[in-house]
T-cell receptor
Framework: NAGVMQNPRHLVRRRGQEARLRCSPM?????VYWYRQLPEEGLKFMVY????????ESGMPKERFSAEFPKEGPSILRIQQVVRGDSAAYFC???????????FGQGTRLTVV | GENVGLHLPTLSVQEGDNSIINCAYS??????FIWYKQESGKGPQFIID?????DKRQGQRVTVLLNKTVKHLSLQIAATQPGDSAVYFC??????????FGAGTRLTVKP
């Protein structure tokens, strides 16, 4: 059973471009969490999804950011019109249900130039 | 709430000593807690969890203590090894299954 897979591992975008970050949860996991992390800082909650539903997006900026977790395929975190301040590591985690061990991927490091 | 935007507090211990890492959580309704270890350049790795109906849980070389009265968690690592050097985060889970993280502590083990 493969772990949580995130791709790409590194992503470079110019200001104004779109960034699409993918997260394939572990097999059988229907809960996905996305977090943002700056160097030497903590993990900031962004969004929590279950299959086809956004449960809590209170950590997502109101504009330019969106997330989905379709019935088939990976969860996608989409950042439109990226700015330098979006540069960070983005981690996703998955769990089979709430309040159980959540497993993390290796993250996508986004650099906006 | 979440403690982000602050530089990580650090804890330095001698190899072989015991380490105690502390965490204050924010929501008195949280009922499930996890400790994660994060090494440089990697994703967080599960260490141990505890539910609110317990006040202590032991794993291999690690013990988690939960004090609900003061909303405090601690992670004790016995006989700390150089491989334990990492950043440690606690996470709390709310009623709707959200998982939120504390600020983290950087543990450095001196040989």
């Amino acid at each position: 059973n493969a772990g949580v897979m995130q791709n790409p591992r590194h992503l470079v975008r110019r200001r104004g471009q779109e960034a699409r970050l993918r997260c394939s949860p572990m097999k059988g996991h229907s809960h996905v969490y996305w977090y943002r992390q700056l160097p030497e800082e903590g993990l900031k909650f962004m969004v929590y999804l279950q299959k086809e539903n956004i449960i809590d997006e209170s950590g997502m900026p109101k504009e330019r950011f969106s997330a989905e977790f379709p019935k088939e395929g990976p969860s996608i975190l989409r950042i439109q019109q990226v700015v330098r301040g979006d540069s960070a590591a983005y981690f996703c985690a998955s769990s089979p249900q709430g309040k159980t061990e959540a497993f993390f991927g290796q993250g996508t490091r986004l650099t906006v130039v | 709430g979440e403690n982000v935007g602050l530089h990580l507090p650090t804890l330095s211990v001698q190899e072989g000593d015991n380490s105690i890492i502390n965490c204050a959580y924010s929501n008195s309704a949280s009922d499930y807690f996890i400790w994660y270890k994060q090494e440089s350049g990697k994703g967080p790795q599960f260490i141990i969890d505890i539910r609110s109906n317990m006040d202590k849980r032991q794993g291999q070389r690690v013990t988690v203590l939960l004090n609900k009265t003061v909303k405090h968690l601690s992670l004790q690592i016995a006989a700390t090894q150089p491989g334990d050097s990492a950043v440690y985060f606690c996470a709390e889970t709310y009623n709707n299954n959200d998982m939120r993280f504390g600020a983290g502590t950087r543990l450095t083990v001196k040989p």
